[in-house]
């Protein structure tokens, strides 16, 4: 049997902590920045945690 292959995309977008999480970063910060708020683009900068209903997903994706 090959190796299982990680998804790239997965690779690109997601990290994992020290502890076993997984880190993401928030989605609406890439285009079209000029109709929203000074406080939501700085909400979005802020790394956050993939919440533990997807965590499994995320994990599988990663091949972990």
Do not use: C, E, W
Not at 7 to 23: D, E, I, Y
Not at 42 to 56: E, P
């Amino acid at each position: 049997m090959p190796k299982m292959k990680t998804k790239s995309g997965a690779k690109k977008r997601f990290s994992l902590t020290g502890t076993g999480k997984v880190k993401r970063k928030h989605a609406y910060k890439s285009h079209i920045l000029t109709k929203k708020s000074t406080k939501r683009k700085r909400n979005l900068t802020h790394v956050t945690l993939v919440s533990s209903a997807d965590m499994s997903r995320v994990k599988d994706m990663l091949v972990l």
